[in-house]
């Protein structure tokens, strides 16, 4: 690439961004359409194009919004944050973080956002062969005292504080959302793709703190210990759970498990 063309695609990238005109004596004037309005055409389809990009990863919250208050959300957020990469796929990572500053009052705005953020994640995101049920049978068993889980690649885990997860299924089935309201008792969201298809489900406080242990790779000793800690029924809980995670396809290997709380 010649230096000229950098300086060219440098100050309408600059241009685009509200950071500069520099670009404007560069742009040959002539024809019907004057300089500044062609450059303007360039400037509004930039723009919408990233709209576009952050309706589609949030489709729900587009949703749960409203046409006219999530376009003043996503131009808000597109003058805060310009892309600083080529690919538009992890385009609009901090919206949800915007949005919680933007509504402090109302919080499940940015639940639901960072509910649709892992979904598209999880959609696209690095592929795996999960553990079967079977492979437990192979272990040895003075290995359980030491081992480990790791999760799939597209596993993530998101702390709940609102009905979220009946937010986002009722927008899913284009109805009316139920009104958002706090959860009587701490819960997560684990979400993940199998056979192509990101899925999701609600936890309980322990099963979500045990999954945190697994998805760091924690001894599942420790992981047991630390359910025994909280819960009478540790024993029931903790086969249960690992016999769920192995049926969702949530586990990708065994693996030498790490020390910690």
């Known amino acids: 690439m010649s ?3 950098a ?3 440098r100050d309408l990238h ?3 961004l509200d950071a500069g005109d520099a670009v404007v004596p560069r742009i040959r004037s002539g024809g019907r359409i004057a300089v500044a309005q062609r450059l303007g055409i360039y400037h509004n389809a930039y723009r919408v194009r990233l709209a576009d990009t952050l309706r589609d990863t949030y489709e729900k919250t587009w949703a749960y919004l409203g046409d006219a208050r ?8 597109i003058d805060a944050h310009p892309p600083r990469h080529r690919s538009l796929r992890d385009y609009g990572a901090h ?4 949005l919680a500053a933007q509504f402090p009052g109302d919080l ?7 509910m649709d953020w892992q979904l598209r994640q999880a959609f696209d995101g690095p592929d795996a062969v999960p553990l079967g049920l079977d492979a437990l049978g192979t272990i040895a068993p003075e290995r359980w005292e030491t081992l480990g889980f790791a999760g799939v690649p597209t596993l993530a885990l998101l ?6 997860p009946a937010i986002w299924a009722a927008l899913d089935r284009d109805e009316s959302p139920p009104e958002a309201q706090a959860l009587l008792e701490a819960a997560g969201l684990c979400v993940w793709r199998r056979a192509w298809q990101p899925h999701f489900r609600t936890l309980d406080a322990a099963e979500y703190r045990a999954l945190q242990q697994v998805q760091v790779e924690r001894r599942f000793a420790t992981v047991c210990q630390t359910l025994a800690d909280s819960c009478d029924d540790a024993q029931t809980r903790i086969a249960r759970y690992l016999q769920t995670w192995l049926n969702d396809g949530l586990i990708a290997r065994v693996v030498d498990g790490t020390d910690g709380p």
């Open 108 to 114: 499940d705005i940015a639940e639901l956002a960072r």
């Open 14 to 16: 600059d241009y685009l």
């Open 159 to 164: 702390p709940l504080t609102f009905n979220t």
């Open 95 to 98: 919206f949800p973080d915007w």
């Open 70 to 77: 999530f376009e003043q959300c996503a131009l808000a957020y």
């Open 3 to 5: 230096a000229l063309l």
């Open 7 to 9: 300086d060219v695609q």
